[in-house]
């Protein structure tokens, strides 16, 4: 005997399997060499407004294994795969939840308050752990050279991915 889904539940359904293979394109259009075009050297880190978004329109739990699966397939593809974007993007994502549930609204300048603090504070974190704390050469240059143009480039992507999702999570209510 066969149960057929709720509306609901299948929405809800379709909705996390859109939202997955969001982030598995997603991850190769950033982690795969000469695939998304580098501007000047500065790459777009396209997971970080990708996953904010997510954990705008998801619950907390969701949000957080959504933000944990796009680090890991971002720390495969890197030579020191440690799960630090795992863990951050994971952070992110429940945070961003839980501020949406809890204290803000969910809208374009709330998304892009969120994205542009968490595109921010990745950049900050990655080049003080892996520039500054590892001893390299020249990590004020990096900074200025490499990770602040690749922040600002990320964060063009977030209003696009905020319009993207709204209107492809319409779609799926109608």
């Not at 399997?17 to 060499?33: D, G």
């Not at 050469?137 to 999702?165: E, K, Q, R």
Request: aromatic share 14%; proline share 3%.
């Amino acid at each position: 005997m066969k149960r057929r889904l709720s509306k609901k539940k299948q929405a809800l359904y379709t909705r996390r399997i859109i939202f997955v293979v969001a982030i598995i394109v997603v991850a190769m259009l950033q982690n795969v060499p000469h695939l998304f075009p580098s501007i000047f050297g500065a790459r777009a880190f396209l997971l970080i407004p990708l996953v904010i978004c997510f954990g705008m329109f998801e619950t907390d739990l969701v949000a957080a294994l959504l933000g944990g699966f796009a680090g890991a397939l971002w720390d495969v593809t890197l030579a020191k795969g440690d799960g630090y974007n795992a863990l951050v993007l994971m952070c992110f994502a429940t945070i961003t939840s839980l501020l949406i549930n809890y204290l803000m609204r969910n809208n374009m300048s709330t998304a892009l308050l969120i994205s542009g603090a968490a595109i921010v504070l990745y950049s900050l974190l990655h080049w003080f752990i892996f520039v500054i704390c590892s001893g390299a050469t020249g990590g004020i240059v990096t900074l200025f050279s490499f990770y602040l143009p690749s922040t600002i480039y990320t964060f063009v992507f977030a209003p696009i991915f905020y319009t993207l999702l709204r209107w492809v999570l319409r779609k799926i209510k109608e």
